[in-house]
């Protein structure tokens, strides 16, 4: 074994063959009010429905899917007044503006509204139903 396969355990790593993020799960703690948000007020088709409790949108090649946390029995509620993840969207940086426009609309708080970023991006920062946090931006 030479000495960059001891100092580099990832280098042959079997997860090496991972190139992209297939899907990502959201769990959620209103089920009702995060579909709603989803499909209603971001508009991201559904693309199936494989139980009450979990619900996948298709997003170009990846897929966001809302689950209620049950992979073990003993799996706890997400505490209230925590966010689970981030997730940023990439659009142009006109459909950003267009984007704040739309959540104000819709009766969405904005954290942050459209802002020109000192590392090139403009971003727009607002909460879904659970608290997650959401960015829209833009390379600019």
Known sequence: MTNAQTTDPARHSPF??????????????????MRRFYE?????????????????????SNTLALAKPSRTAS???IPAGSASLQLAFKVSAAEVDQ???ELVRQGVALLSPPTNQS????????????GN????????
Not at 24 to 32: G, L, P, Q, S, Y
Request: with cysteine; hydrophobic share 50%.
């Open 16 to 33: 090496n063959a991972i190139r992209a993020i297939d899907y990502t799960v959201i769990f959620v703690r209103d089920m009702a009010a």
């Open 99 to 101: 984007c704040a426009d």
């Open 75 to 77: 799996d706890p509620p």
């Open 40 to 60: 209603d007020i971001l508009a991201f088709p559904l693309s199936r429905e494989l139980s009450p409790n979990w619900i996948e949108y298709a997003l170009g």
């Open 119 to 130: 590392f090139g991006h403009r971003t727009l920062f607002f909460r879904d139903p659970d």
């Open 133 to 140: 946090l959401l960015e829209v931006y833009a390379e600019i």
